[in-house]
């Protein structure tokens, strides 16, 4: 069954995977991204870990790492009362010293149609931005 919205954005870094991912996973440096004003974790992505966050205009979100695997993808899930937010981010290989950032967003749950017209278009420019804005601090390797 599709869900109500969903949204998929990639961009490519000269990075490898690995250095990518490093990156990524110091909470920390996901102030690249605009649109995060902050965010606590107890085990920055880790299956399981718990982080508090602040994004765009949204009310503080705590959302929890369903999946990790190093260097490969992380899922972290959220919720607000009747939607379900889920965040997939991969880390693509193209060489050896390349990798393609892709993140996904899907909305599900009860009222899930109801908040896609207002959330999606939101969430559609922060990942294009935000993944912008993380490739070039990859790349730079530099650290907000």
Same mark, same amino acid.
């Given at each position: ?41 107890d085990?920055?992505? #880790?299956?399981? *870990? !718990?982080?508090? +966050? &602040?994004?765009?205009?949204l009310? $503080? ?5 369903? @999946?990790?695997?190093? #260097?490969?993808? *992380? !899922?972290?899930? +959220? &919720?607000?009362?009747?939607?379900? $937010? ?5 880390? @693509? ?10 993140q ?41």
């Amino acid at each position: 069954m599709q869900p109500p919205f969903e949204f998929e954005h990639s961009v490519e870094v000269n990075a490898s995977a690995e250095t990518a991912w490093e990156f990524w996973t110091k909470g920390g440096n996901w102030h690249a991204d605009q649109s995060t004003d902050w965010v606590t974790t107890d085990d920055v992505l #880790a299956s399981g *870990a !718990v982080g508090d +966050a &602040e994004h765009l205009d949204l009310p $503080f979100v705590r959302s929890r790492v369903a @999946e990790s695997r190093a #260097a490969e993808r *992380a !899922v972290l899930e +959220a &919720e607000m009362p009747g939607v379900t $937010f889920r965040f997939e981010m991969s880390f @693509e290989p193209v060489s050896e010293s390349r990798t393609r950032l892709r993140q996904r967003v899907t909305l599900t749950g009860p009222h899930a149609a109801a908040a896609a017209p207002l959330l999606g278009p939101m969430f559609e420019q922060s990942i294009r931005d935000g993944l912008q804005s993380l490739a070039d601090a990859i790349a730079e390797r530099r650290e907000p």
